[in-house]
């Protein structure tokens, strides 16, 4: 509890004792009893079983006035609203851009695909007509007359 190389006794240890100084009286004013500004009315209200209760009207609170915002200047709302505007324009104008890209691309490939369908279908009208003149060719009518020939 107590340090071990002290050189003295516990008890032999310088104490100072402190006493409290008293404050000097504060002298208070005398109270002077104050009227208010304005007698405020007293009013009176009869409940339903027949007891008066009396007392002061309170005014509500009232708040406290907003400040007035500072108007907002005509011009500067046109700004505003036409800076929005050429924003949206500019924004409208890419994607038509991207659309009319796209729309081309897809009329392009239609106009491909159709030419390869076409030129596909007159090759085979060139190829087929030029081979069926080497081979042998059969007459459906003389075939029939021949036949009711023999036969009739």
Same mark, same amino acid.
């Given at each position: 509890?107590?340090?071990?190389?002290?050189?003295? +006794? @516990?008890?032999? #240890?310088? &104490? *100072?004792?402190?006493?409290?100084? $008293?404050?000097? =009286?504060?002298?208070? /004013?005398?109270?002077?009893?104050?009227?208010?500004?304005?007698?405020?009315?007293?009013?009176?209200?009869? +409940? @339903?079983?027949? #007891?008066? &209760? *009396?007392?002061?009207?309170?005014? $509500?609170?009232? =708040?406290?006035?907003? /400040?007035?915002?500072?108007?907002?200047?005509?011009?500067?709302?046109?700004?505003?609203?036409?800076?929005?505007?050429?924003?949206?324009?500019?924004?409208?104008?890419?994607?038509?851009?991207?659309?009319?890209?796209?729309?081309? /691309?897809?009329?392009?490939?239609?106009?491909?695909?159709?030419?390869?369908?076409?030129?596909?279908?007159?090759?085979?009208?060139?190829?087929?007509?030029?081979?069926?003149?080497?081979?042998?060719?059969?007459?459906?009518?003389? /075939?029939?007359?021949?036949?009711?020939?023999?036969?009739?």
């Amino acid at each position: 509890m107590y340090p071990e190389h002290t050189g003295h +006794l @516990p008890a032999e #240890r310088a &104490v *100072t004792i402190h006493q409290p100084a $008293p404050l000097a =009286p504060v002298q208070a /004013a005398p109270l002077v009893p104050m009227q208010p500004a304005g007698v405020p009315a007293v009013a009176s209200i009869v +409940l @339903p079983d027949g #007891r008066v &209760v *009396t007392g002061y009207a309170i005014n $509500p609170m009232q =708040p406290e006035p907003v /400040a007035a915002k500072p108007a907002v200047s005509r011009t500067a709302v046109n700004i505003a609203l036409g800076g929005i505007g050429f924003g949206a324009v500019c924004g409208g104008l890419v994607l038509l851009t991207a659309f009319v890209a796209a729309l081309a /691309a897809f009329i392009h490939q239609l106009i491909i695909l159709a030419a390869v369908i076409f030129g596909g279908w007159i090759a085979v009208q060139v190829f087929s007509a030029s081979g069926t003149r080497g081979g042998t060719t059969v007459n459906i009518r003389k /075939a029939v007359i021949k036949r009711n020939h023999f036969h009739g």
